[in-house]
């Protein structure tokens, strides 16, 4: 179904040019405020590269995924990496990638190799859903954060782009007794489906999560660093403040699930070890990623914000997760911390390699812990 575009027009910053475009029916215009603010400060910055900047405010991206579903994206076209995939490394895009792109409340494309021009495409239903659509300050956040990419492109970054990594194989190294028959009407009809499908989802989620933390993470945390550097670090801290609230609401739900799987430990549907690692697993994949966003503002020189964030997790979150999880983000916080740019004499993608390498150890370390064993591959990406 075609849409009716309901808002255009034109705005001249400096030496860039805004075009905006919204089939959104109202809510427009603090939208457009928002990006305003943040590219007005951004051209100031000596190597700003954008001339053309069309922002598109959209009720949701189906318009944008309808596109990338029939092929349209030029080989060299990036997707600004947030918390899924980076869909620059990847010539095609897979419907699950597609899919993902419908929660991101903001998304940056841009070419590589011709950065005059850019897109930032706004899903106002997703803002709507994660609390952003009426919060002035973190819109700026996102916004500021997005444009930030580009800017924070560098060897570093190129050389995280080379690499390819998969997970292929992860298993439970100890013996596991059968599971308890299940009985229908007195007779016998085989063994709960359920604990396997979720034990045989754990390889999946670990690939995912191991890109995101170990090959996604520089141009994160060199992102975030900018955006901070860029005189953006309220908006930023403000942005995410609300989702270290989120991440500490979140853990009612946690709470949900560890009850709901012991008591099918309780039928003896389940082991307390295969609770034990399907919690562990939800504790890596689900609060891991909170370090790509407070490591930056130790980089950056701002303690006092990063213990701000901190001081959240370490009251609402930290006390009700795995400490084996806890000690996964201590961890890989210090290991962001320390990401710099290649020594004298080394090459880019060897270190990188054994960078992102250090934190999937960090993470196969505390499966083992679980009796998790989790195989992998890292090598040079095929493009």
Known sequence: MLRSINHFSLHRINSTELRVVSDVAEGVLPVIQAEESV??????????????????????????????????RPASLAFAPSENRDY??????????????SERPVVNLYDLADLSTCNIFVNRREMMTQHYWEDAQAMRGLMAHEHAHPLAENEITRASRQIHFQVLDGRVTTPQPPPAP???????????SETGNRLSKIPRVLDLLGEKLSLLAPREILTNEMTIQSSFSEDLLHLNLCNMDNAGASIAGRTALAQHLQQEVAQGDLTEQETGLLLLVGDLNGFLPLALEIAPFYRAGKPDEARALE??????????LDPLAVKCYMDLRDHYIALSAPSAGNLPL??????????????????????YSLQYEMGLSER
Not at 357 to 362: F, K, P
């Open 350 to 371: 060897s270190e990188m390699v054994a960078w992102s390498n250090t934190v999937l150890q960090i993470l196969c370390q505390a499966l083992m812990v679980k009796d």
């Open 88 to 101: 620059h490394a990847r010539q095609n895009l897979s419907t699950a990638d597609i899919a993902a792109l």
């Open 39 to 72: 590219v007005r400060k951004y051209t100031q910055r000596t190597g700003w590269p954008h001339r053309w900047i069309t922002l598109f405010v959209l009720e949701d991206l189906q318009p944008l995924l309808r596109q990338l579903r029939q092929g349209a």
């Open 182 to 192: 299940v009985l229908f009407g007195g007779a016998e009809t085989g063994t709960t």
């Open 311 to 320: 001081q959240i997790l370490e009251t609402r979150v930290f006390p009700f």
